[in-house]
């Protein structure tokens, strides 16, 4: 079965500091892993994509995420944030058996502060 | 804008009521998906369309749900006898084959 878990409820950081929300996965096989944001009402936003290649993927808004196989781990990083980046923060993958299906982890609601 | 959309954005209802809701996708997207999203959660799959076919449904997608998408273009989801546990977001979005979704704004549904 595949899933991602996403460790920490809510992560602060102060704005200019760089921040990281953590994704891990747990799938057989090659991952495509996926991050999106969520705006308060909104629908989900794509940031980035790891399909193959390169284990620093980079994305919309100066985010990028690295994969990590050993540790199963797709983190998304920015080194400095925005307070306009406070929002949440969906790591996804997609089915293996299943290309159309997605799995979505809980969220990691971030806050950026003056 | 050519991004997905939802209509209504927001609708609230009284238990025992139907209701149904639209999404348009992005127009060259041939896949059609629709999630829902309660309080504190990630998206759940509950079913996704490729043209007019509707390919998988989730065990999450009771009887009194159902969704069409009569020429392959726009989709209706519709929730017979809502019960207050069917309040939350629902979200469609749109691919290409195997390709990244794009989601729409979400309709959020109270049911008192």
């Known amino acids: 079965a595949q899933s991602v878990a996403q460790p920490e409820d809510q992560v602060n950081v102060a704005e200019g500091n760089p921040l990281t929300v953590k994704c891990t996965y747990s799938?057989?096989?090659?991952?495509?892993l996926f991050w999106y944001v969520q705006y308060p009402n909104r629908g989900l936003q794509f940031l980035l994509k790891y399909i193959t290649g390169d284990n620093l993927v980079k994305g919309s808004y100066g985010f990028e995420a690295e994969f990590n196989k050993s540790q199963t781990s797709f983190h998304l990083k920015k080194p400095s944030a925005l307070v306009s980046d406070s929002a949440l923060y969906f790591c996804a993958v997609r089915g293996r058996s299943n290309f159309n299906k997605f799995y979505f982890g809980s969220g990691t609601k971030l806050n950026v502060k003056p | 804008d050519t991004g997905v959309s939802q209509n209504p954005r927001h609708k609230i209802t009284k238990r025992g009521q139907n209701v149904t809701f639209r999404c348009d996708p992005i127009?060259?997207?041939?896949?059609l998906y629709w999630y829902r999203q309660t309080l504190g959660q990630g998206p759940e799959f509950l079913t996704y369309f490729q043209n007019e076919a509707q390919l998988e449904k989730s065990r999450l997608l009771s009887d009194r749900f159902s969704a069409e998408r009569p020429k392959g273009s726009f989709s209706t989801l519709e929730i017979q006898r809502t019960e207050q546990g069917d309040s939350a977001m629902y979200l469609c979005a749109s691919s290409q084959p195997s390709d990244t979704q794009y989601f729409g704004p979400g309709t959020r549904l109270t049911v008192l």
């Open positions: 799938v057989s096989g090659n991952p495509y």
């Open positions: 127009s060259e997207h041939n896949r």
